[in-house]
C-alpha cells in the first residue's frame, strides 16, 4: 500500500514538472470539480432559501446552522446603507490540487465562479482550455486581478506583470504585442468592452511598429512603461519573422474582422462585465474588427462581490443565475413604495424589476448597490436575471430621472437622423457640475459626444436629441415647456478623448455615463472641438 501511495505521489510530482501534464492535469481535475459543483447548483431539491441563511450566518460569523432567521438581521440593520466604492480585487492565491476538494472549494464564491465559467467555457467551446490559447486585455494598476479562468492558470499566454502598469494605454498595448505573437489563440478575454475596444484602436493606429517589434523580438522603450519591467518582458520576447509579415499583410487589407484574420482559431470573445451602456462597445465590435465572433460574459458582479454567473455562453444577450452561495441578496421590488420591504431570493417573480440589496462582507450589511435587475426566468432553483440599469447614471435635474439605457437609446435614434453618423462614445454632465460656466440659464444637460462620419453638427442637427428626449419622455417634455429645464446643449470632442477620459478614471471601471467630477468635466471639456 505505501508503495503504491509513493507511487502515484512520483507520477503526479513527474507531471506537474512538464508543463503539457501539468495542464492536462488540473484541466482534468477542474472540469470535473466544476461539473460535480453545477450539478449542485442544479439539484432539484436544492433549497434556495437555506442555503441563503447558511451563507448569512457565516458573513455573520454564526456558524453555519439554520436556527433563527433573516427577520431578525434586518431589524438589527437598517436598509439603505450605500454601498463602498469597489476597490480592487484582493490577489488570489495561487491554485494547488488540494483547494479543489469539497471541503475547501465549497465557501470560496470566487473559486466556484471560475469553476463554473470554465464548465461552461468547455462545453460550449470545447478547444477553449486549450493550454496557452487565451490572450488577456486587462488593466489592473497597482495589484493584478485575476483572470476569469484563474483556477486554470495555465490558459493564459499573456504575462501578469504586463497588466500592473500605472499607464493604461502602455498596459493594453503590451498585453496586445503578446497577444499578437501567440498566432493559435482560441479565446481573446477582456476585463471590459472598452479595455478590448481601445487595444483593438491601438492596433488600428500602430500596427507598424507593433510588427516591427515582433519581428526583431524586441520591446521598444515607450511612456509608461519602467526600464525595469521592460527589460524583464523582454527576456520573454524572440524574433517571430512570420508572424510579423502576416500581421503587416493583415492589416494592409483593412480592418473589418480583423480580429479573426490574425488569430483564425479564434472561438469567442469572453468579456467579464458587461453592464449598462458597456454594450455599446460590444455592439460596434461585433459590426467591425470583431466580426463574425460570440461574445461571452460570464459573471455578475456589483458592489465589489461576485453575485452570478452565465451559463449560456452561445447566447448573444447575457443572463445570470444568481448564486445563493455567494452573497445575501435582498430585492426591492420596482416601483418603490413609500415604506420599502426588501424580498428575498426565492420570492422574486419573473418579469419583474427589482433594485439589489448586498451582504457579501462582514460588517457591510445590506448595502444597496443601486443595480436594477430584472427577472427573466429561473434555472432549476435560482433566479435568472439582467442588470438593467445603474440608478447611479440616471439624469435628473429636475426630478425627472431618465434612466441610462433609456438616454443611449434616444440617443441612437437621434444619431439615425443624422445621415452618415456613427457613435463612438458619449458622456453626459448635469449643468450643477458646471458652477458659473454654464452661464444665467436653466437647469439642463450637457452631452459630449465623439462621432465618425460627422465632424460638426448644425443648430437644426443639434436640436434634434433634445426633441427625441421630449418625444420619449413627457416628464421632460413638460419641464421644457414650462422652462423649468433650459434646451439640452450638444459637443463633438477629438478623437480618442474618450480613451483619454478612461485613463484618467485611474482604475478599470464600467464607463461612466453622467460624469460626477470636475476633474473629468475639464478634461472632456478641454477636448471639444465643435
Not at 490559447?133 to 495555465?154: K, N, Q
Not at 437621434?414 to 448635469?430: I, M
Not at 428626449?469 to 446643449?489: A, C, H, M, N, T
Request: positive net charge; glycine residues 6%.
Amino acid at each position: 500500500m505505501l508503495v503504491a501511495l509513493v507511487a502515484v505521489a512520483v507520477a503526479l510530482a513527474v507531471a506537474m514538472a512538464v508543463p503539457a501534464l501539468r495542464h492536462r492535469l488540473i484541466h482534468s481535475a477542474v472540469r470535473r470539480v466544476g461539473a460535480r459543483y453545477r450539478r449542485r447548483l442544479e439539484a432539484p431539491d436544492s433549497d434556495v432559501r437555506l442555503r441563503q441563511e447558511r451563507r448569512l450566518r457565516r458573513l455573520l460569523g454564526t456558524g453555519t446552522g439554520t436556527a433563527g432567521g433573516w427577520e431578525e438581521f434586518q431589524e438589527q440593520h437598517p436598509l439603505g446603507q450605500p454601498c463602498k466604492d469597489e476597490a480592487p480585487a484582493a490577489p488570489l492565491p495561487p491554485l494547488y490540487l488540494w483547494a479543489l476538494l469539497p471541503g475547501c472549494w465549497d465557501t470560496d464564491p470566487r473559486l466556484q465562479g471560475s469553476l463554473l465559467y470554465l464548465d461552461a467555457l468547455g462545453a460550449a467551446f470545447p478547444r477553449a482550455l486549450t493550454r496557452r490559447g487565451t490572450a488577456v486585455l486587462h488593466w489592473s494598476p497597482g495589484c493584478p486581478r485575476a483572470p476569469a479562468g484563474w483556477p486554470l492558470p495555465t490558459l493564459y499566454c499573456t504575462p501578469a506583470a504586463a497588466a500592473v502598469l500605472p499607464s493604461r494605454a502602455a498596459a493594453l498595448r503590451l498585453q496586445l504585442l503578446f497577444a499578437l505573437r501567440q498566432r493559435a489563440l482560441h479565446v481573446l478575454e477582456a476585463g471590459l468592452a472598452a479595455e478590448l475596444r481601445d487595444a483593438l484602436l491601438t492596433l488600428r493606429t500602430e500596427w507598424p511598429r507593433l510588427a516591427q517589434e515582433l519581428e526583431l523580438g524586441r520591446l521598444s522603450p515607450q511612456p509608461g512603461l519602467p526600464e525595469e519591467l521592460r527589460e524583464e518582458l523582454q527576456a520573454l520576447l524572440s524574433p517571430a519573422v512570420a508572424r510579423a509579415a502576416e500581421l503587416r499583410d493583415q492589416c494592409a487589407h483593412g480592418f473589418e474582422g480583423i480580429v479573426l484574420r490574425l488569430w483564425p482559431r479564434l472561438e469567442v470573445v469572453v468579456v467579464r462585465t458587461m453592464c449598462g451602456t458597456e454594450r455599446l462597445y460590444c455592439d460596434s465590435l461585433r459590426r467591425a474588427d470583431c466580426r463574425g465572433l460570440p461574445f461571452y460574459c460570464p459573471f455578475y458582479q456589483a458592489a465589489g462581490a461576485l453575485l452570478g454567473v452565465n451559463l449560456w455562453p452561445a447566447e448573444p444577450v447575457p443572463r445570470f443565475v444568481l448564486c445563493p452561495d455567494w452573497a445575501f441578496c435582498e430585492f426591492l421590488p420596482c416601483p418603490a413604495s413609500k415604506e420599502p420591504r426588501t424580498v428575498l431570493l426565492d420570492e422574486l417573480w419573473e418579469g419583474r424589476e427589482y433594485g439589489l440589496v448586498v451582504t457579501a462582507q462582514p460588517g457591510e450589511y445590506r448595502c444597496r448597490t443601486g443595480e436594477m435587475l430584472k427577472v427573466t426566468g429561473f434555472h432549476k432553483q435560482c433566479p435568472v436575471v439582467e442588470p438593467v440599469r445603474r440608478e447611479s447614471q440616471t439624469l435628473s435635474v429636475r426630478g425627472e430621472s431618465i434612466p441610462e439605457e433609456q438616454f443611449c437609446q434616444s440617443l441612437c435614434r437621434t444619431l439615425s437622423l443624422w445621415p452618415g453618423a456613427r457613435l463612438v462614445d458619449y458622456v453626459c454632465v448635469e449643468s450643477s457640475l458646471l458652477g458659473d460656466s454654464s452661464g444665467p440659464c436653466a437647469p439642463h444637460y450637457e452631452v459630449f459626444l465623439e462621432l465618425q462620419g460627422l465632424r460638426d453638427l448644425s443648430e437644426v442637427q443639434r436640436y434634434k436629441l433634445d426633441q427625441c428626449l421630449q418625444e420619449d419622455f413627457p416628464v421632460y417634455k413638460s419641464f421644457r415647456f414650462k422652462g423649468s429645464i433650459g434646451p439640452l446643449r450638444l459637443h463633438l470632442v477629438r478623437p480618442r478623448s474618450f480613451t483619454r477620459l478612461r485613463e484618467a478614471l485611474g482604475s478599470p471601471v464600467p464607463m461612466p455615463r453622467v460624469l460626477r467630477e470636475e476633474q473629468l468635466l475639464q478634461l472632456i471639456q478641454g477636448a471639444v472641438i465643435s
